[in-house]
């Protein structure tokens, strides 16, 4: 089994930047595995925030965090970062790690593991 944990999360002002973590345990993935990050605001349902492609490094980003959020990964320790710069408001949420196949993630919305989510809260 996979344990997926994220830290990183926060109260941050408009504006601010924070740099959520994401480590993996228990196996090792495939060429074909992708891990990413999802969220979910209250009253709104889970969505794909980005995610990025284990071997060869390609990322996929939700439009509304184009430019200001950046996903990378370090083979070595089985870990993903998501890097939020320029935040706002509406990207409070519970954010989640997750792992599993590409399409799984990017397509389906159903990765094969998921952490236990870390809260952001982006306010004055």
């Known amino acids: 089994q996979v344990q997926l944990v994220e830290s990183g999360g926060g109260l941050v002002q408009p504006g601010g930047s924070l740099r959520l973590s994401c480590a993996a345990s228990?196996?090792?993935?495939?060429?074909?595995?992708?891990m990413g990050w999802f969220r979910q605001a209250p009253g709104k349902e889970r969505e794909l925030v980005a995610a990025?492609?284990?071997?060869?490094?390609?990322?996929y980003y939700q439009d509304s965090v184009k430019g200001r959020f950046t996903i990378s990964r370090d083979n070595a320790k089985n870990t993903v970062y998501l890097q939020m710069n320029s935040l706002k408001p509406e990207d409070t949420a519970v954010y989640y790690c997750?792992?599993?196949?590409?399409?799984?993630?990017?397509?389906?919305?159903?990765?094969?593991?998921w952490g236990p989510g870390t809260q952001v809260t982006v306010s004055s």
């Open positions: 997750a792992a599993g196949q590409i399409k799984d993630i990017v397509v389906l919305a159903t990765p094969d593991y």
């Open positions: 228990g196996r090792t993935f495939s060429s074909s595995y992708a």
């Open positions: 990025i492609e284990w071997s060869g490094g390609t990322t």
